[in-house]
Every structure is written in structure tokens, then in C-alpha cells.
T-cell receptor, first 114, second 114 residues
């Protein structure tokens, strides 16, 4: 079975500062990994995903994440935070060869101050 | 591409009543998923369909919950004899195995049981 752990339920940064949201996964087979963002009272929007190939993946809104198999991590970063980045972020994992559904972490709330 | 559509967006019901939510996936997507999300938590997997077949059900899906996808297109999620603990946002999502494992979410249906 797979699982996802997001370290830090709440992260606060200043506008223009680096954003780092942490995600570690547990999986017995090669996973596919995703980051989603959720704004208040809305559904989830895909930021980026890793399936195979290049381990550094770029997404929308200037976000990127790097898959590190040795560390079982898929941390999300953005060089410079913007006020509009304030939202809930979810890391998720799927095991395509096992035919499982997408499993989410508990989420990290990002606050951005001016 | 009109996205995943859910109806109703909000539902307030009295405890003990039955409620039904509808989900229309992105056309040509053969997989459809239902998730439940409570405040401050990540989405929790409930069930998913591939075409009209229900392939997996979570232990969270009690006997009072039933989901159908009769023609492999839209899906319904019914909750019978609602309880206050059922208050949550119910998210529908869809994907196409042939187009990769990216899962697209709808805006969600908020349920409040009073």
C-alpha cells in the first residue's frame, strides 16, 4: 500500500521568499506523484506531476518539484512567493501498475505575508 | 473540454434524509472517482469506476453509501439516512488511462447535515 506524508501542516513565508513544501511517500513499487492546489471552497487543481523520465518537473504558476527516489521525497518549491499563492497544497501518489486510486496527504496551508 | 461537473454544489439536509450527488466527467474519460474531504483534511478516496464497472471501494464507504455509473458516463453518489458525520465536501474526478494518469477534479458538492 502507498502513503503520503506532508511535513508541516502550515507554512508561512513573506512575499518574494522561497516556498518549500515537503512531501515524502511510501511505496513498494515505482509511484507516480502529484501536487495539487486548492483555493477556498473550490476543487483541486493540478500543479504538476511526475510519472517517468526527468526527475525535476515544472508546473504551473512557477512551481517545480524534484523526485528523489533515494529520499522517497517529492518536495514542491517556488523561488519567489506571491500573495496569490496562498492556498492549501496536497501531495498525492498513485501506483499505476497496481491499479490503485490517487492517495492524498493531509495537506499544507501556505500563507504569504506582504 | 468542459471539465468535471458536479451537481448540486451545495446541499443542506436534515439528519435521516437521503441525498444524491451527480457527477459528469470529462468526455472520453473512462475512469471516474469519488472522494470525501472534511475541513482541514486531504481528500479521502471512496470509490472508483472504470467505464461502468466499480473497481474499488474504500472501507470508508459504509452500507449507507452507494455509487453507480450505469452507462459509463455520469455517476451518482447516494447517501441514505444521512448522519451529521456525513457533512463534508464530496469531490468527483475523472481520468483516462490511455491519456495518462492525470486526474481532474470537479468543484465539489458541499453537504451539510443538520
Amino acid at each position: 500500500a502507498q502513503s503520503v506524508t506532508q511535513l508541516g501542516s502550515h507554512v508561512s513565508v513573506s512575499e518574494g521568499a522561497l516556498v518549500l513544501l515537503r512531501c515524502n511517500y511510501s511505496s513498494s513499487v515505482p509511484p507516480y506523484l502529484f501536487w495539487y492546489v486548492q483555493y477556498p471552497n473550490q476543487g483541486l487543481q493540478l500543479l504538476l506531476k511526475y510519472t517517468t523520465g526527468a526527475t525535476l518537473v515544472k508546473g504551473i504558476n512557477g512551481f517545480e518539484a524534484e523526485f528523489k527516489k533515494s529520499e522517497t521525497s517529492f518536495h514542491l518549491t517556488k523561488p519567489s512567493a506571491h500573495m496569490s499563492d496562498a492556498a492549501e497544497y496536497f501531495c498525492a501518489v498513485i501506483l499505476p501498475k497496481a491499479g490503485t486510486a490517487l492517495i492524498f496527504g493531509k495537506g499544507t496551508t501556505l500563507s504569504v505575508s506582504s | 473540454d468542459t471539465g468535471v461537473s458536479q451537481d448540486p454544489r451545495h446541499k443542506i439536509t436534515k439528519r435521516g434524509q437521503n441525498v444524491t450527488f451527480r457527477c459528469d466527467p470529462i468526455s472520453e474519460h473512462n475512469r471516474l472517482y469519488w472522494y470525501r474531504q472534511t475541513l482541514g483534511q486531504g481528500p479521502e478516496f471512496l470509490t472508483y469506476f472504470q467505464n461502468e464497472a466499480q473497481l474499488e471501494k474504500s472501507r470508508l464507504l459504509s452500507d449507507r453509501f452507494s455509487a453507480e455509473r450505469p452507462k459509463g458516463s455520469f455517476s451518482t453518489l447516494e447517501i441514505q439516512r444521512t448522519e451529521q458525520g456525513d457533512s463534508a465536501m464530496y469531490l468527483c474526478a475523472s481520468s483516462s488511462v490511455s491519456l495518462g494518469y492525470t486526474i481532474y477534479f470537479g468543484e465539489g458538492s458541499w453537504l451539510t447535515v443538520v
